[in-house]
């Protein structure tokens, strides 16, 4: 009877052993296969990261023509601002010479009579 | 049962530390693939910027070498139509001032009372001619006369013939080796050389 009871429960530990042991394959197998899809994920990241850059060499070697045209008429604005300012300079300048009219005839009177 | 209650709890843990591992690996690479991204996106507006500024420099300078002849152009016009209208404005005054020096008659022999003064001072000679401009000769010649009583004899001054001006003399040695040119054509040029730069100076300071 003693004997009966000693071989049954080595049987059973035996049994927790290889179930314990199962359940440690499944684990390392779940381990796995997250490294196998974080791989697949950093992968894929370091893929799309290429495709941007590609994507921005191209668009980086060439100027939009809107921004070129938009360039361009900034600095024709620029040409035209100086070109007011030209004629505003000279509109000063005859407001000027109005307001002087008398003293340069008198100084073209003294002037007449220097030598 | 006490035995399979220990070894359910042993498997229990195996599988939620199994499953915190995962999660954290899997966790751990979602955050490093963000990153990835971002960098990328971020060195790619660089990239972008870097470049367009690039070529928009360049354009930038085509447009301006397009642009130079022009602004250079506007500038020249911009300082001849100072200078013209500066220039005008002094010839419509000074030849105001000329004729109404001609036309009042008390001005006018002052006038040569004056160029005669001048013009003995500058020549050097011991006999010198008057040549009045044409209609003049009778006015000339008074002014001369009172010219000599007031400096008297040296040098001896005559009156020359008529010369085709509109106003004031010439004033030349009795040798003709020397003349003095105090017309008023002469004198209005010499008036608007002198004014020009004045006026300008004037005028400019008052127009900022």
Not at chain 2, 184 to 202: G, H, S
Request: glycine fraction near 4%; aromatic fraction near 4%.
């Amino acid at each position: 009877m003693g004997e009966k009871r000693v071989s049954r429960s080595l049987i059973g530990e035996e049994l927790d052993v290889k179930v314990i042991l199962e359940e440690r394959r499944k684990a390392d197998l779940l381990i796995s296969e997250a490294r196998r899809k974080a791989e697949e994920i950093l992968e894929d990241a370091r893929r799309r990261a290429r495709e941007i850059l590609e994507q921005a060499e191209k668009e980086a070697s060439m100027l939009p023509e809107e921004l070129v045209e938009e360039e361009r008429r900034k600095l024709y604005e620029e040409l035209s601002l100086v070109e007011r300012a030209y004629d505003e300079e000279l509109q000063n300048l005859k407001t000027a010479l109005a307001q002087i009219r008398e003293e340069v005839k008198k100084l073209a009177y003294k002037e007449l009579y220097r030598w | 049962m006490e035995r399979r209650g220990f070894v359910e709890a042993i498997i229990q843990e195996i599988r939620r530390v199994a499953q915190e591992e995962a999660q954290k690996i899997l966790k751990g690479a979602e955050e490093e693939a963000r990153k990835t991204l971002e960098e990328a996106k971020e060195k790619a507006s660089r990239l972008i910027e870097e470049r367009r500024q690039k070529l928009l420099e360049e354009v930038r300078k085509k447009v301006l070498s397009e642009l130079a002849p022009r602004k250079l152009e506007l500038r020249r016009k911009a300082l001849l139509g100072r200078y013209t209208l500066v220039a005008s404005e002094i010839d419509k005054l000074v030849s105001e001032v000329i004729s109404e020096a001609k036309g009042d008659l008390q001005k006018y022999r002052e006038y040569l009372m004056e160029a005669l003064k001048a013009a003995v001072s500058s020549v050097t000679a011991s006999s010198l001619v008057v040549h009045p401009c044409k209609g003049e000769r009778e006015l000339v010649e008074k002014v001369v006369s009172e010219f000599k009583e007031s400096v008297g004899g040296s040098p001896e001054l005559a009156v020359g013939e008529e010369i085709s001006c509109s106003g004031g003399v010439i004033v030349r040695s009795a040798d003709g080796r020397v003349y003095f040119n105090a017309t008023l054509d002469a004198k209005a040029a010499e008036i608007k050389e002198r004014l020009l730069p004045l006026v300008f100076e004037k005028v400019v300071r008052r127009a900022r």
